[in-house]
Nanobody
Framework: QLQLVESGGGLVQPGGSLRLSCAAS????????IAWFRQAPGKDRQGVSS???????YYVDSVKGRFLISRDNAKNTVYLQMNSLKPEDTAVYYC???????????????????WGQGTQVTVSS
């Protein structure tokens, strides 16, 4: 059974850090590009970052310099290190996998067949 499971969310104060994990079972992440998306209350789900099979990474402007995406193929896990968190980063964070190799088109959500269940990140004092 193909499954992506996110973890690492929680409540953090502004300026704090969290590391999200996306662990895969039933698929080898090395063969997939992985992206993180997030959905804030009352808003559409939006892209955050992506890491391609060749290691290329993409970030939306609002998280550049603060977030870092990485993968550990030995652990079949992708991470999203989030630093200098802001209240506007509050959202449910989802990881998704695709094997087409979208590259710079990584924001196209319909092209991701595999999604996790999400993990809540709340940034508040």
């Amino acid at each position: 059974q193909l499954q992506l499971v996110e973890s690492g969310g929680g409540l953090v104060q502004p300026g704090g850090s969290l590391r999200l994990s996306c662990a895969a079972s039933g698929l080898i992440l090395d063969n997939y590009a992985i992206a993180w998306f997030r959905q804030a209350p009352g808003k559409d789900r939006q892209g955050v970052s992506s890491i391609q099979r060749d290691g290329d990474t993409y970030y939306v402007d609002s998280v550049k310099g603060r977030f870092l995406i990485s993968r550990d193929n030995a652990k079949n896990t992708v991470y999203l290190q989030m630093n200098s968190l802001k209240p506007e980063d509050t959202a449910v964070y989802y990881c998704a996998a695709e094997s087409e190799g979208l590259g710079y088109l990584w924001l196209a959500q319909p092209n991701y067949p595999y999604w996790g269940q999400g993990t809540q990140v709340t940034v508040s004092s």
